[in-house]
């Protein structure tokens, strides 16, 4: 049985240090390296410390290493601080930030450069077009990645319309996760995909099982942990 990844980005979530330790000691009751925590930037360090058996992400880099570029965090501060992962191109940020796919990209490389493992998310906006300009996007933020390396990454099909927080946000149905899925992997040279957008306990493994996927990027529900913890549960059934 293939390893079944689980992401938890935390988001701008939670806004004290002691509920991020406590949610972090609470997923640390099912420490596995496959369960990836991305908690904000300023929590990393007692996340790292509180659930040390699972695997820790950080949710955006820079796309240089160091210099003068006040505010922004480089992958090799965060492959230091224990990091071996980061989320790149989420859509809020495009959508608040104003980011690109050519900064996506960059960050991308930059990302791979100092070691760190890019989960890449792509997806379109609306559900009409299901599926359709992933091949554009993936290689407009895949460009100058070489087979090798995109063999290393993890990409996550998140459509904008399925993220809980969306406006009538709903989750795909696993048939459509499974079509996007399957276009992604033409074009993936084996790297990993998974899918996001209002995952939870009761439908996280019908996209294991039923969408192909590879994983599973959790938002909202990985706030909650009794339920986070019921959603690994289903993923290692799979
Ligand atoms: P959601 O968020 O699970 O709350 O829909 C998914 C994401 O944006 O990663």
Redesign the pocket.
């Known amino acids: 049985m293939n390893k079944k990844y689980i992401v938890a980005?935390w988001?701008m979530n939670p806004t004290s240090a002691e509920e991020a330790r406590s949610l972090a000691q609470e997923i640390q009751r099912v420490a596995r390296a496959e369960i990836i925590l991305c908690p904000p930037f300023p929590f990393l360090h007692l996340v790292r410390d509180a659930a040390p058996g699972v695997s820790l992400g950080a949710q955006d880099c820079f796309w240089e290493q160091e210099g003068a570029y006040t505010g922004e965090v480089s992958p090799a501060q965060l492959k230091s601080m224990g990091c071996s992962y980061v989320l790149l191109g989420?859509s809020?940020r495009r959508i608040h930030l104003g980011e690109t796919r050519e900064m996506v990209n960059k960050k991308v490389q930059a990302a791979l450069g100092a070691g760190l493992i890019p989960i890449v998310?792509i997806g379109e906006e609306d559900r009409s077009q299901t599926g359709k300009g992933l091949a554009d996007s993936m290689e407009r933020v895949l460009a100058g990645v070489s087979k090798e390396d995109r063999a290393r990454l993890f990409l996550v099909y998140?459509p904008v319309w399925?993220?809980?927080?969306s406006e009538g946000?709903e989750p795909a149905r696993p048939e459509e996760a499974k079509e996007a899925i399957g276009r992604m992997r033409e074009a993936a040279c084996g790297a990993r995909i998974l899918y996001?957008?209002?995952?939870d306990a009761s439908n996280a493994a019908s996209f294991l099982r039923d969408g192909e996927a590879d994983g599973v990027?959790?938002?909202?529900?990985?706030l909650r942990a009794q339920e986070f913890l019921q959603l690994v549960k289903q993923a290692e059934e799979v």
């Open positions: 980005n988001k989420h809020e998310l998140e399925a993220i809980s927080t946000g996001g957008g209002s995952v990027a959790v938002g909202s529900a990985s």
